[in-house]
């Protein structure tokens, strides 16, 4: 039995993503602030450290783990508050610091390594207006996931991120109609993207055919930023 953790599942790519790894045959735990059988604050260290033990003793094991959990706080530069700031970073970093370093300790012990996908986003490369904190948190993904890849590697253990781009979700929904018109025009596929597109790419990192894939980013955006 594999067995999966997913961190966020309560939120539209990450119930997509629990919902196509379970399609897949994948015995799936699902964790989020609220709304998933798993509570979990992923800005509270032994909080985390719980989950994780919890899923071990649960599900006798714990093979890949995908980060999922993020927010928003949206303004310019200049008008962006300092609290603003760290309270994204600290969920969006943070909470993926906290669970990759959880999970790690766990799957070093294992014979057959793990998987570790953590959802970053193309505002990490491209820096969307009024994402000064968003943009830089998914960096910072980008960039833990790295030296996960380079620490992991001795255990058999992957490390990758996935960058979505424009993705149709409620968030995107709620946007203003011209803002949607504005982002479409900046994709060569001109159209966004849907949440089990996200969800496939992150199901081939964590399968065995992704086995010599580590320490790289994934982009499922329609080839913006091209």
Known sequence: MSVA??????????????????????TVAGADLRGAPYDVDVTDERDVAQLVDAIVRDFGGLHAVVNCAGITSDAPLHKMSLA???SVVQVNLEG?????????QHMRTREDGGRIVNISSMSAR??????????????????LTRVAAREGA????????????????????ALDPAVVRERLATI?????????????ATLWLCSP??????????EVAGGRGL
Do not use: H
């Open 84 to 86: 603003s700031f760290r």
């Open 188 to 200: 060569p596929l001109a159209r966004a993207g849907r949440a089990t597109e996200v969800a496939d």
């Open 209 to 218: 055919g992704a086995a010599y894939v580590t320490g790289t980013t994934v």
């Open 5 to 26: 953790l997913v961190v966020g599942a309560a939120g539209a790519i990450g119930g997509a993503i629990r919902d196509v790894l379970v399609a897949a045959g994948w």
């Open 154 to 173: 001795r255990y058999g253990i992957t490390a990758n991120a996935v960058l979505p781009g424009f993705i149709d979700t409620p968030m995107t929904a």
């Open 126 to 143: 491209l820096g969307n207006f009024g994402q000064a904190n968003y943009a830089a948190s998914k960096a910072g993904v980008i960039a």
């Open 96 to 104: 993926t610091f906290l669970v990759t370093r959880a999970a790690l």
